[in-house]
């Protein structure tokens, strides 16, 4: 079932190369979505047992899986009239990178061997590249350049942080193996200074392709060059997926019962991120740009939540919900007004809300929940960290994160506002709101808003079990 | 066995200079192509004739040695290419860090707790060293061609540690492995088209518009 899961959007992307009609191959996406959505939810709910030693789902994988397929169904509804509106740049290439890219993706997520993780997530870096340097111009390809370059070099350390943890196994007078099970099974008798330094180079390659900061340099650019529903992609679902990878490194060093160190560095990163994101979203002109900082920080607080651990786990998983959908809205009602303005830029982006009422109102809705404002889902997810930073009694951190939270909230405040609010800068283009433009960002900003003020049992059930894998087994 | 290991591991460690101090590109090209195919003799000097070990030694020297070289030749051929014109860091200074770079891994993998087989080769010192070298050349070329091959030279680097614990790579990943990085230097080797085709040139100091 899980490979039928995983095969199931490559059929569609090898018609998509033959088929010669345009609309119809835009269609193909959300059919695959809504066909991918379906079977990920039926496989969710039987919960088979990990019995394959390559691939399986646990409570992690099954919380990424469904966010990702979520986002995608969503992302492929946007794209048929995203990609009928630029019928001159063409889709023949767009349509089976996004396929191949969901296929990717969902190896990466269920992926249960170290190396076949990575081939996973290095395929998604690869198959993403086109999509980034769909605008073919300058801008594009100098951004698309530097995400290649910088998340191959990424995740080459990454793969030197698996042959570490490989040779930390044959340091511990075991057969080496690469089997995830089988490593947190044996975990013990790991060598220790290779896993140290294997989870250091994991965490340095995976978090490249995460973009926690100071490994955050490819972002802006990419996000803000590619079309908005790849970056609704990158930041909802492969920052999830890549987050997914780093907490494997994290659940190998608990499982050896060397977790301090791991927590540790997530703290450190997860500050950093929300440091810098601050810094470079005050005064941010570029609405996507900001959208990357904003990722930047978000990234962070998963990091922070993680690395704090008890509740601020279970919350930083609920994040992770509440970020990919959010920012799937953000993403894609700012690709709406960056077509009616014909810019992303502040200084022609002005009065979204006269111009396109749905589009700038929903994107208005999407900064307040991003910020953590109530009572959408981030507030709460973000308070739940907060209350678990409380709890492990670390009030310093405590108040840097509010204090940087709460300058994240008026530096894009200031943007945002910029741009939804005042008399319209220019007069409205052809372009006008869509149903398929803007339905997918409001129902992803409805279940934000639900997630916010009602959390299913199943969900809480699969979120405790999640937040249980983190921790320490003794 | 071990001799011939050193063998190879010496001219490997004699390539990172030489593409650390020529500013031809080609040579460049085909001194990664030669350490490519050098190292894919590794799996079978070291672990000895399986069908596992000759299945790797034949992947990557197909797809190291001889196919994403060619690859990398014919992007150079299109774009019409032929010299690193000035480095960010001189050729000499940079042939210094190499050195450097190599003294470093010499001692550093002196102090690894390595396992007691593994004390004495040179896989270990020879793979940081290698490792280096493709930082080196990532972070001092200014032409995109060079930094790819960078990114080769340091995947070679850790291909040379994944010797050490090919028995728990299983083929199918190895395979996975080569074929990603054959697809990551195709598609940069159409970016780089792209690249020569909007700027007129391959120098990466061009790409310079985003930032803040």
Known sequence: MLVALILLPLLPAALSLVLPWYQLRSWLLSATGAAHLGLALLLVSEAPPLTNPWIGLDALSCLVLLVTSLLYLGCAFYAVDYLAMRRDRGNRVMVPCLLVFL????????ARHLGLLWVAVETTTLVSAPLIYYNRNRLSIEATWKYLLLCSVGIALAMLGMMFVGYAALGGGEPPSLHFDWLLEHAPSLSRPWLHAGFVFLLVGFGTKMGLAPLHSWKPDAYGEAPALVGALLSGGLTSVSFLAILRAVQLMAAAGDQLMARQALVGLGLLSLLLAAVFMVRQPDIKRMLAYSSVEHMGILALGVGIGGLATFGALLHLINNALTKGCLFLTAGNIQRAFASKHLSEVRGALSVLPLSGGLFLA?????????????????????????????????????????????????????????????????????????APPLVMLLLVLSLGLYLPEPLHRLLEAGAHLLEVRS | MSDVNSVILLVVILLNFFTLGSARLVACIRAAALQG????????????????????????????????????????????????????????????????????????ADRLPLLLEHQDGLLVPA???????????????????????????????????????????????????????????????????QINREFSTINTERLSALKE
């Open chain 1, 366 to 438: 999407g900064f307040l929940a991003i910020t953590g404002a109530p009572p959408f889902g981030p507030f709460l997810s973000e308070f739940t960290i907060l209350r678990g930073l409380f709890a492990a009694e670390r009030p310093l951190i405590a108040g840097a994160f509010l204090l940087l939270l709460a300058v994240i909230f008026i530096g894009m405040g200031a943007t945002v506002l910029g741009a939804t609010q005042g008399a319209a800068t220019e007069p409205p283009g052809r372009f006008k709101d869509r149903l398929l433009l803007v």
């Open chain 2, 127 to 193: 793979s940081l060293a290698t490792m280096l070298t493709g930082f080196l050349l990532l972070m001092t070329r200014r032409k995109a061609i060079t930094q790819v091959v960078g990114y080769l030279i340091l995947e070679n680097g850790i291909f040379i540690f994944g010797v050490l614990l090919s028995t728990a790579m299983p083929l199918v990943v190895e395979a996975g492995v080569l074929l990603d990085l054959l697809v990551a230097v195709f598609v940069m080797g159409i970016v780089l088209n």
């Open chain 1, 103 to 110: 296929s990717a993706m969902t190896l990466a997520i269920s």
């Open chain 2, 37 to 108: 195919a050098l190292l894919a003799l590794l799996p079978v000097t070291v672990h000895g004739l399986s069908g596992h070990s000759l299945m790797l030694a034949t992947g990557a020297f197909t797809l190291k040695g001889l196919f994403i070289p060619w690859l990398l030749l014919r992007a150079i051929r299109e774009v019409r290419i032929r010299r690193e014109m000035e480095p960010l860091i001189g050729l000499v200074p940079t042939l210094f860090l190499g050195v450097l770079a190599t003294v470093a891994a010499f001692l550093f």
